[in-house]
Each structure stands twice: as C-alpha cells, then as structure tokens.
C-alpha cells in the first residue's frame, strides 16, 4: 500500500514547518531507531471528559427540549386552526380582503368609465 499511495507534499512541509516530525511512527521511531513498536515518548492523550452532565449540560438540554416542545406545539396548532374567515379560495388561487377590496374597486370604476 506505500508503494501505491502518495502523501501529500503539502503535508509533509506544514509539519516540518511546525517541527513535528514526518518518520517514524507516533513517537518518531522506526527500524533504526527502536523500531515501529516502540511507542516511548509518543505523545500523551488529552484527559478524559467529565462523567455525566455540567451545569451548562443541563441548561443546554433543558433549552433544546423547551424549543423543541414549543416548536411542536406550534405545528400542532396551525395544523388543527381554520383558515381565517376573511380569506377566500378560488380554485388554486388565495383571495385576500384588500385584493376582493381592488377587484371591488376596479369594478366600480368601469361601471362610471365604460371606456377604460
């Protein structure tokens, strides 16, 4: 598979660049040198999380669960409403109270304008 890949050149130079060696396993050591089992002085691990939740844990979820519970009820709510009163359909079409209001309005104008 070594013979078949290519590292990237770009890579190598970020991390000579940074003084992180590029050979080697984790801990910089190779057949001359120790060999590829050797981890000693491999860098360490950072430590492990803390066990269960933070104060900041517990405020986040809290938040989360009251949007997502809002959030539901709101769909829940549009979902069972009527449509209001004032508004009229029309085949695919919505019909608004100040659309009907123009329509009424360009109506009467042509009654007392024939020629437009």
Known sequence: ?????????IMSQQCQRQNIPVNGNAANHSD????????????????PLP???T?????????????AVMGMATIIWY???EPPNDVVLRGD???????????AET???NQHHPEL
């Open 32 to 47: 001359s040198n120790g060999g590829w089992l050797d981890l000693v002085g491999e860098p360490a691990a950072p430590p």
């Open 1 to 9: 598979m070594r013979e078949r890949t290519q590292f990237p050149q």
């Open 93 to 103: 079409q919505v019909i608004t109270p100040a659309l009907l209001n123009q329509q």
């Open 55 to 67: 104060a900041k844990g517990y405020g986040a979820m809290a938040g989360c669960v009251i949007a």
């Open 107 to 109: 109506a009467v104008e």
């Open 79 to 81: 979902g069972l409403t």
């Open 51 to 53: 066990s269960g939740f």
